[in-house]
């Protein structure tokens, strides 16, 4: 087992590789809208899967997957020569599903707002269903309340009370 940070560092290495040979050593037409965005390695460095983008439609994502498939071998003889391993690893070309993945966020980010534009608009003309105030106190306004006006008898200590002279018996 290979440590994981030169998994890591192999994987960054085989991304530039493959992405320069597809630009220069690779002259098929259906890989020149490809753009390789990532590339993983297992930790024992046997396998690495390169996954990519592809600008254009359905046909020219099947396209450029099946180019890659062709360029397979010649892609990893170039990644032999470039890397220092005792073994060349395999590689496996996997779409990239991220830009896809991002497009239904973005969709999604656009839905979300424009339901809260309509729940703004909504609360901006609501009104209460009952009292503006639930909290009413049945005090009027101008009358004030001095600690005079409330007895020790309203409170409810008494109970609390009669507990305490249970307990001193």
């Given at each position: 087992?290979?440590d994981p940070a ?18 220069r050593?690779?002259?098929d ?6 753009t390789?965005?990532d ?6 460095l046997?396998h690495?899967?390169v ?9 020219a994502?099947?396209?450029a ?5 062709k360029?397979?071998?010649?892609l990893?003889q170039?990644v032999?020569r ?14 990239d599903?991220?830009?896809?993945v ?16 309509e729940v703004a608009?909504?609360a ?13 106190s ?18 409810d ?7 305490d ?5």
């Amino acid at each position: 087992m290979a440590d994981p940070a030169r998994a890591a560092k192999l994987a960054q290495r085989i991304k530039v590789v493959v992405a320069e040979a597809l630009g220069r050593r690779v002259k098929d037409p259906r890989l020149e809208g490809v753009t390789v965005t990532d590339a993983r390695v297992t930790n024992d460095l046997q396998h690495a899967t390169v996954y990519y983008t592809v600008f254009g439609d359905e046909v020219a994502q099947a396209d450029a997957a099946k180019g890659l498939e062709k360029a397979k071998g010649v892609l990893r003889q170039e990644v032999g020569r470039s890397i220092t391993v005792r073994l060349t690893p395999t590689l496996e070309f996997v779409a990239d599903q991220i830009p896809v993945v991002a497009s239904n966020l973005e969709q999604l980010l656009r839905e979300a707002k424009k339901r809260d534009a309509e729940v703004a608009a909504l609360a901006a003309s609501a009104k209460h269903a009952g009292d503006a105030d639930p909290y009413k106190s049945d005090v009027p306004d101008d009358v004030e309340l001095d600690e005079d006006d409330f007895d020790e008898e309203d409170t409810d200590l008494s109970d609390n009370d009669a507990i305490d002279e249970d307990r001193n018996k």
